[in-house]
């Protein structure tokens, strides 16, 4: 399969895309008779894991990870109340979780866990716990291809939009929610920033292909 192409499947966990749309019914029906908790609960089991591996290849070393997760399931858990369904829960939590990542993906593992506080709901707690323990098992049986690896060499923005479109499918109008941090954003403001994004990734699916074929990983007419 070429490198630079969507995958059909993914290896962390992600539900099918019918799956996906019966959960999004199941979580709108939780969060339409105010079952908060419950409808969060969902939300983590089912796009947990897909969250919790975008984290670890963004941020694999000294469990900051670990500690971004649980900021991530707190955010999730407290903001679904304002949530206003201008897209799928799923395009929403990737925005939530792209947006932890840049503003504590710095932070001190001690400092992220102390502005973590999910225990007033400890389903959604136990949720997160085993989303992380289910998911780095998983993760470290996976075996990573080498153009893979190479992703690690860019820039943390430019390895986002390539497993957001890549590895995760997500449409141009949803990358652009996700990359601007605003899942209401309007027509216009998401249409121009889909246009940006799309461009960006061809540049960065070029360099990653003159990486790969430097290295010897590709040859003339991949990609």
């Known amino acids: 399969m070429n490198p630079t192409e ?21 979580i ?11 409808a969060a609960t969902e939300v983590i089991r089912v796009y947990g894991p897909e969250l919790y591996g975008l984290l670890l290849s963004l941020h694999p070393r000294g ?24 897209c799928s829960i799923r395009t929403w939590a990737y925005v939530v979780a792209r947006n932890t990542s840049r503003t504590h ?17 400890s389903a959604v707690d136990r949720m997160a716990a085993a989303v992380r323990t289910e998911t780095a098992s998983y993760l470290r049986t996976e075996k990573r291809s080498e153009i893979e690896k190479l992703r690690d060499e860019l ?13 995760r499918g997500l449409a141009w109008n949803d990358l652009a929610r996700v990359f601007l941090d605003d899942p209401g954003a309007d027509d216009e403001v998401i249409r121009r920033e889909a246009a940006r994004l799309r461009k960006r990734f061809q540049l960065v699916r070029e360099r990653l292909i003159a990486l790969g074929r430097a290295r010897g990983l590709l040859r003339d007419g991949d990609g």
Not at 6 to 26: I, L, Q, V
Not at 106 to 120: F, I, N, Q, T, Y
Not at 157 to 167: E, N, P, V
Request: with cysteine.
């Open 28 to 38: 709108r029906a939780r969060w339409d008779a105010g079952d908060l908790d419950g």
């Open 155 to 167: 820039p943390v923005a430019d390895r986002t939009l390539l497993i957001l479109r890549l590895d």
């Open 63 to 86: 469990g900051d990870a670990d500690d971004l997760f649980s900021i991530v399931c707190e955010h999730l858990w407290r903001g679904l109340a304002g949530f206003r369904w201008h």
């Open 6 to 26: 969507p995958k059909k499947t993914s290896g962390t966990g992600e539900a099918p895309p019918d799956a996906r749309h019966a959960a999004e019914t199941a």
């Open 105 to 121: 993906g710095k932070a001190e593992g001690r400092r992220a866990r102390r502005e973590v506080d999910l225990s007033a709901c």
